[in-house]
């Protein structure tokens, strides 16, 4: 397969130096290790070693969902770490159909990994309060073709949840307790909520009004990664780790 104008590619020299960019006549990326244009990547094909004006290699490669949402988006609000995406998407069995309410968008990530696992025939329903958030989620999922599996909502999800017969709503924002009622007048029967929150308050809080509104299968859990370096008779964990991002809590509507 070969590069078209407009494709999304990922530029890979190594683990910390990756570039993701949407290709365009005319632009030029500009590395550490000199230039990279874009112009002459047009036609290539997918595994070619592209060079810079300093004569450094990169590897040109299509991006994965990963690459796409945690290299080539703007942030602008904490987004959700994969680690907890990746468990998040499993608990609320998000898959090829399905219709997931989301709060709030902020950057759009997590609505981005929900778009791709839905498409092409679900839909994610994503609210949000902060327009300027909406814009730039608007933004990122354009980049990567997957706004129109996303209905962008500029409203307080407390004030009420607009679809119905959903399969899973999923929270990240602080009081996720104030929508646990929306929820479970939203989700068909067996669907599953879910809220990823940093502190063990909002997770006793959300819990109990949780189970006070019926909902079962009520579970809390936190996900610990921990990187390692490679090196011949020598690997072992990385020194350094993010020790805490968020605990999850989910539960399903009877
Ligand atoms: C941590 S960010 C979400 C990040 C997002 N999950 C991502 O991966 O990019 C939390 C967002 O929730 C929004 N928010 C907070 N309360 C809200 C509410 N009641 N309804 C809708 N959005 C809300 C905030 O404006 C903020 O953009």
């Not at 990963?66 to 998000?94: E, H, M, W």
């Not at 909002?202 to 990664?225: A, K, M, N, P």
Request: some cysteine; glycine content about 8%; aromatic content about 8%.
């Amino acid at each position: 397969m070969h590069v078209r104008e407009g494709d999304i590619i990922l530029l890979y020299r190594s683990l910390k130096r990756k570039f993701v960019v949407k290709v365009e006549k005319g632009r030029d990326i500009h590395t550490d290790l000199g230039v990279i244009r874009l112009s002459n990547v047009i036609g290539l094909p997918y595994g070619s070693r592209v060079k810079t004006h300093l004569g450094e290699e990169f590897i040109l490669l299509k991006p994965s969902i990963l690459d796409a949402v945690y290299i080539g988006f703007k942030r602008k609000t904490q987004v959700i770490y994969p680690k907890d995406a990746a468990y998040i998407i499993l608990t609320a069995s998000v898959s090829s159909g399905s219709r997931v309410v989301e709060a709030g968008t902020g950057s759009g990530c997590l609505t981005a990994i929900l778009a791709y696992l839905v498409k092409p025939t679900g839909r994610v329903y994503s609210y949000e309060v902060r327009e300027e958030f909406l814009e730039v989620a608007k933004e990122n999922l354009n980049s990567v073709g997957l706004l129109d599996y996303v209905e962008l909502k500029l409203k307080d999800i407390r004030k009420g949840i607009d679809e119905d017969q959903i399969d899973a709503v999923i929270l990240d924002l602080p009081d996720p307790w104030n929508v646990v009622e929306h929820a479970r007048k939203c989700l068909r029967s067996g669907g599953v909520l879910v809220a990823f929150l940093p502190t063990i308050n909002q997770i006793e809080r959300t819990s109990i009004v949780l189970r006070d509104l019926g909902f079962i299968d009520i579970c809390v859990v936190e996900l610990l990664l921990r990187e390692y370096r490679v090196e011949r008779d020598s690997t072992r964990p990385k020194t350094l780790m993010v020790g805490h991002t968020g605990y999850i809590v989910s539960a399903r509507r009877p």
